[in-house]
């Protein structure tokens, strides 16, 4: 197997000599996501080239597994004519999940030049809302009438043209009434009628559930896919594991932004936007933390005269600082995974509260204690050890509760909870953390 450098240095050779035929079979003998990584490296113009000379086919198969701002650029540039009859080849909701990203504008053009069916497939999934399962849902599936025998149901699989099957779906007018694996049916006498070895006890999902917790379903039950439904229980699309994967994917790479402040855009627009527009996207949240910055400056102007006493005060800020914000940050990753995976029940907030406050009292103590002994001992100040060993114990204890506070009250006011590990959380934790230093300082030293 090649690198994806020496595929691109193939590739070139090929297009530079014009081995037009030698070109197209490289690319029918490689595997679409190896190719996509290979013309990654290639320069516009040679993409192009590649995308010229391959069959459609196969260039429906490697379009989904190219980064979209590469993509974008091969939509400038190559007819639209041309673009139709790839997106024609694709599974639909490949299609679908490409054009969404395009300018309305280019979809309805691409729509208009598509054959009539395959168009009418990618604009029922674009009609559903994004990121439910409706968006996400193959059309692609293997579905048999509930009074067929097994005999006839294994003939009809010899001779579908449906090349992942994970499960028979089966129904009677379109309507899902039982599913079979392909162990149960090999197994079944030929004679049997399906609905008596279906299944009934179905895992499904209507058609406006959100994708997350569709990811969840599936893995909680084990599932290689599962059916999507109409309200009406019409069978109309299955999400598969590898759009679970997807799925699971996107949603992690989404919280991790959030988490550093930038959710709410895609990876494509972070890694190539132009400077000025890359400063746009990350500067809003960083305001925030501006903004709380100034408001714990001010909290520290407010107890000058108890910093002006004992300046010693000032060595410790950072570290009673750093450690609420590592255990806040903890305890709101935390929260805010166990939402995403649904093994946080949000009905169960006092549960969860009450027991991040025991961890953060135990935390703040050990940590309290620690801290407390290494000032007095360093500045052999009593009260000093006192203050900082208490402010440590409280801004720990704090940031725990907060860190699984805001997760939830976000989740509850209809936000992406992995927004609560962000700056905001930062900001909390720098201004009670500062007011309980300086506030305790006062009370004990002064």
Sequence with gaps: MHTPEENAKIIRSYIFHNEKDKLAQFAEDNHPADLADAISDLPRKERISFFSIISPEKAALILPEIEPVLRKELFEEIEETFLSRILEKMYAHDAANILEKLPEKWTQQLLDFMKHEEAENVAKLLGYKENTAGRIMTLDFFHLPSKMSVGEAIEELRKTDIHHISYIYIVDDSYLIGVLSLRALIAATPDTRLYAIANKDIVRVTVDVDQEEVANLVRKYNLRAIPVVLRTNKLVGIVTLD?????????????????AGVGGVNEDELLHHSIPNAVHLRLPILII????????????????DTLAALVILAAFIPVIMDMGGNVGTQSSTIVTRGLATGSVDIRAVWSLLWRELRIGVLIGAISGVAVGIIAQIWKGIPDLGIVVGISMIVTITVAAVAGAFFPIFFQRIGVDPAIASGPVITSVKDITGLLIYFSTATLLIL
Excluded at 247 to 257: C, F, G, L, Q
Excluded at 289 to 304: K, M, N, P, Q, R
């Design 243 to 259: 759009d679970i994967l997807d799925i699971v994917s996107e949603e992690a790479s989404e919280d991790i932004y959030y988490m």
């Design 289 to 304: 933390c501006l903004i709380g910055g100034t408001v714990a400056a001010g909290i520290i102007g407010v107890f000058e």
